[in-house]
């Protein structure tokens, strides 16, 4: 049976070089990814609790912005890297 499916780029891309890798079809590796998912049992849908990992940095403004002028803000935001 013939389908139509929408992947974001990257992953096409990884599936892509995965199948050359390995020597096979993008769709001998999809069909392959299927059954090894339909084969699993199925697990009961359990919300993992996560931890928050805080990040905290030094604040203030970069040298040389001045925030009171629109124009040097403009200028330094774009200025090369």
Known sequence: MKITIELPDELFIAAKK?????????????ERGLRHELRQPR???RPKRRR???V???GGFPPGMDVADRESMY???????
């Open 18 to 30: 995965r199948a050359a890798e390995l020597h096979c079809s993008l769709k001998t590796l999809i």
């Open 43 to 45: 697990r009961a849908a």
């Open 52 to 54: 928050i990992r805080w």
């Open 56 to 58: 905290t940095v030094r």
């Open 75 to 81: 200028r330094w935001i774009s200025r090369p890297l």
